[in-house]
């Protein structure tokens, strides 16, 4: 069963634009929401990352913002370089009990940013 | 090294070999665990190590899959009789600890294609 939602699937945007990906979460027993940002051949890498008890965390150009009532979050990448061109997981990890940290990984959304 | 170590980069395997992934985390880190990733979607969890106790293996898909990690470092993922639909690539991540608000650090992850 698919717990954690992701789109789009897909998204281009200009140099200098904001790029926006979107998540939704079922299961309300996760306690740490990361986003990863994996490039071709590579492993996923931590990008930034929010626990529930926060509506937004920003890091440089890159800010989360959560809707805990809402079961939802979202990363904005301000001022989007080509080099941000990569795949985005978002991401939810299970809290406690049997759930070992355990990450519960959104389909991926491939951002390509024209110069 | 310092990050996650994982090999071979590439395997092709013909349907009905057997095969045996490396993982080796970052010194020292207590937690492992083994993500299946398929073409153009999220890592999904296979498995999770607490030292060399697997401690969680509801995310292997059949019992041809098979993994260790007698003495709490390095870790083997054994896949029997590969399938054509084992075809992804496999990333192992560590953590420092069991279940606390630490990153997982992914490997580069090891690309199985089953011919």
């Known amino acids: 069963q698919q717990q954690v939602k992701q789109s789009p699937q897909s998204l281009i945007v200009q140099k200098g634009g904001i790029s926006i990906i979107n998540c939704a979460y079922e299961n309300t027993a996760f306690d740490y929401f990361p986003w990863y940002q994996q490039f071709p051949g590579k492993g996923p890498a931590l990008l930034i990352a929010?626990?529930?008890?926060?509506s937004e965390k920003k890091e440089g150009r890159f800010t989360i913002s959560f809707n805990k009532s809402a079961k939802q979050f979202s990363l904005h990448i301000m001022d989007s370089q080509p080099g941000d061109s990569a795949t985005y997981f978002c991401a939810a990890r299970g809290a406690g009990g049997t759930s070992y940290g355990k990450l519960t990984f959104g389909q991926g959304t491939i951002l390509t940013v024209h110069p | 090294g310092a990050g996650v170590s994982q090999s071979p980069r590439y395997k092709v395997a013909k349907r009905g070999q057997d095969v045996a992934l490396r993982c080796d985390p970052i010194?020292?880190?207590?937690?492992l665990f083994w993500y299946q990733q398929a073409l153009g979607q999220g890592p999904e969890f296979l498995t999770y190590f607490q030292n060399e106790a697997q401690l969680d293996k509801s995310g292997l898909p059949s019992d041809r899959f098979f993994a260790e990690r007698p003495e709490g470092s390095v870790s083997t993922l054994k896949i029997q009789r590969t399938q054509q639909e084992d075809s992804a690539v496999y990333l192992c991540a560590s953590t420092p600890v069991e279940g606390a608000n630490t990153e997982a650090f992914f490997g580069q992850g090891t690309r199985l294609t089953v011919v």
């Open positions: 010194s020292g880190h207590v937690s």
């Open positions: 929010i626990r529930p008890d926060v």
